[in-house]
């Protein structure tokens, strides 16, 4: 049987070494975010629409489709409305993840939880992408307005992904954890936090921090490792078969 690993514990609290001290009582979590989910997710969707009809106004300003401010080329007035797609794209995306941190996915399956943590990102692609094909295969378009346009477009194309994307999403697990107030482990360049010192994940680590759930998912670390999710559906698992034996035995 393997050692256990022995690890430097840190508190997330006063960044003091607790290695050989007394464990420290988990403190109270922070207050959680709160707002209407619903709502933010609903504005989010009208706003990504308003963007997607920015982007067909543009299109058609492009191929002029559309007549008006004849003083400007149709290059530049495109851009003026993809300029209006990327604000809606961005506050959109904004209020989409906003709204996950309220009520957020189960990060059971993983590539749902990233589609549904990331969905801004797909918006961002939707919102740009068709201008830049359509402008390149364009044949009557001049080549100073496929240059600038297809630019100026995948530029904003790569704003708005970088903005929408969630570089910290907050899992349903983690929001759990936290308001359970459990103890758990990260480390300084992890991504995920940790239920049990022991977890197979750290034993490369050498040192580790221990705070509250609460703690954890403020210092980036919204979502639970997996090797301890798991383990932590069967302690529990087995938690309740023994209390069901125990009233059984007791009855």
């Given at each position: 049987m393997a050692e256990k690993k022995e690890h430097k514990i840190v508190s997330a609290s006063t960044g003091k070494d607790v290695t050989n001290k007394p464990r420290p009582a988990a403190s109270k979590p922070a207050a959680q975010a709160t707002g209407n989910a619903g709502g933010l997710r609903v504005g989010a969707v009208l706003l990504w629409i308003a963007a997607l009809a920015f982007e067909v106004v543009a299109i058609l300003l492009m191929f002029e489709k559309i007549t008006f401010l004849p003083k400007f080329e149709p290059i530049y007035k495109a851009i003026g409305a993809l300029v209006l797609d990327l604000a809606c794209v961005i506050i959109g995306s904004l209020l989409w993840k906003k709204a996950n941190h309220i009520d957020p996915a189960s990060q059971k399956s993983p590539v749902k939880f990233w589609l549904w943590n990331n969905l801004g990102v797909i918006v961002s692609a939707i919102a740009f992408v068709p201008f830049i094909i359509l402008l390149l295969t364009n044949k009557n378009a001049d080549k100073k307005s496929k240059i600038l346009g297809t630019a100026v477009a995948a530029i904003f194309a790569i704003v708005a992904g970088?903005?929408?994307?969630?570089?910290?999403?907050?899992?349903?697990e983690a929001l759990e954890q936290?308001?359970?107030?459990?103890?758990?482990?990260?480390?300084?360049?992890?991504?995920?936090?940790?239920?049990y010192e022991d977890c197979q994940a750290l034993d490369r680590s050498d040192e580790l921090t221990m705070g509250t759930a609460d703690q954890a998912i403020e210092a980036g670390r919204g979502t639970i490792c997996k090797f301890c999710e798991k383990r932590y559906e069967k302690d529990l698992e087995d938690a309740t078969a023994e209390a069901l034996v125990e009233a059984a035995v007791n009855e």
């Open positions: 970088l903005v929408s994307y969630d570089w910290n999403p907050l899992s349903k936290a308001t359970a107030n459990s103890q758990v482990y990260w480390t300084a360049h992890g991504k995920k936090f940790h239920l």
